[in-house]
C-alpha cells in the first residue's frame, strides 16, 4: 500500500472513530466522514467497501488499542490460572493492577473516541455485533473471574453484577470530564488535577470493591457453617 493510501486509510479510520462515538452508527453518514477526513467518497469505497465495515474496522481497531493496553496483566492472570498461583491473595494484587490500568485509560485524553464509542455501543448498540465486542466481553470476565476467586464462588450471579457495576462506573469518569471538573471545580486539563482524580477514582473503586468482596465472603462463609451445623 503506497504512503498516500495509508494516510487516507488512517485519515478515515480517525475521522469514523469520531463521528462514530459523537453522533452513533445511525447518525453518521459517509459524506460527513469523508468531509472530516478531507477525503472522497470513492476513497472510503475503496478502503472499507460501506459504512458498515467501515464501523466494525473502527470498532476492531479500538479493541486492539485497548486489549494492547491491558495485555500484560490479563496474560499475568491467565498464566497464574495456568500454572494453579491464582488464589485470593494473587486475585486481589491483580484487581488492584487491573482497576488501576482502566483508571488509567479512562483519563487518557488521547482515547476519548474510543472510549466513547465503546460506551456507546454498550448504551446503544449499532446492530453491527450480535454479542458484545470481544475485548469488552473479556474485560467483565476477567472481573468475573478474580471476583470469584477472591470470595471462593464459581459461576455467580452478583460476580457478574459487580463486574458491570465497576466497568460502568470506571468508564463514567472518562465519559464526563466536563462535569467531573466542573464538580470539582477545577480544570482537568491540568496534570495535577487529572491525577488527584485518578488517583481518588482508583481508591474510590477499590475500596467498593473490597467491601462488596468481603461481603459475599462472609455471607459464603456463614452458608458452610451453617451447613455443617
Known sequence: MRVQDSSTYDR????????????????TTTRQIVKEAGSSLSSLQIHFKSKESLYRAVMEKTQDSFYSLNEPVLNEIDELEKQGFLDENSAWDLIVEFTGQIVEWAFMSEYT?????????????SGQFETLPGAIRRLYQYYEKLFEVYV????????????????????DYAN??????????CDMKLPENKQKAKAYAKQYSLSAIRAN????KQRRIA???????
Open 12 to 27: 478515515l479510520l480517525t475521522a469514523a472513530a469520531k463521528l462514530f462515538a459523537l453522533q452513533g452508527f445511525a447518525g
Open 113 to 125: 473516541n474510543e472510549i466513547l464509542l465503546i460506551n456507546r455501543e454498550l448504551l446503544q448498540p
Open 152 to 171: 471462593g464462588e464459581k459461576n455467580t450471579f452478583w460476580a457478574k453484577m459487580l463486574s458491570f457495576s465497576v466497568i460502568t462506573s470506571l468508564f
Open 176 to 185: 464526563y470530564p466536563h462535569v467531573l471538573g466542573q464538580v470539582l471545580g
Open 213 to 216: 468482596l468481603n461481603m459475599y
Open 223 to 229: 452458608e458452610v457453617k451453617k451447613k455443617e451445623e
